[in-house]
């Protein structure tokens, strides 16, 4: 195989995620739109409820693996994964945010 630039192989195809239904990353909802006026609060608390939506589509991907219904496991897998990696990304940012709270109370006026 030649390769034709940095990174591409003559005759590679490319590589297809296995489940096109899951966005490309764990958080990809997460991110705000950075639109103008966007708050703090409501960026936080559209990102607990894509985490809460996460969760509880893992939680029915489950249900349905447990009572027949779904025969892919490895879809299963990566939505609980999915839900699992947001969770804790929005942990950090919480651990994250108390830290700072923390930091604050400590300074002296």
């Known amino acids: 195989m ?4 940095p990174l591409s192989l003559t005759g590679a195809q490319p590589i297809r995620p296995a489940s ?16 103008p006026g966007t708050s ?3 960026i936080l608390r559209s990102s607990i409820a894509e985490v809460t939506e996460l969760q509880a589509q893992a939680d029915t991907a489950i249900r349905d693996l447990a009572r027949g219904r779904a025969g892919d496991v490895t879809a299963v897998v990566s939505r609980v994964e999915q839900a699992d990696l947001a969770f804790r990304a929005l942990l950090a940012v919480r651990n994250k945010l108390v830290e700072a709270y923390e930091e604050i109370n400590r300074l002296r006026i």
Not at 23 to 35: D, H, I, N
């Open 2 to 5: 030649a390769i034709d630039g």
């Open 20 to 35: 096109p239904a899951l966005p490309a990353s764990p958080v990809e909802g997460m991110r705000p739109a950075g639109a």
């Open 40 to 42: 703090f609060a409501e």
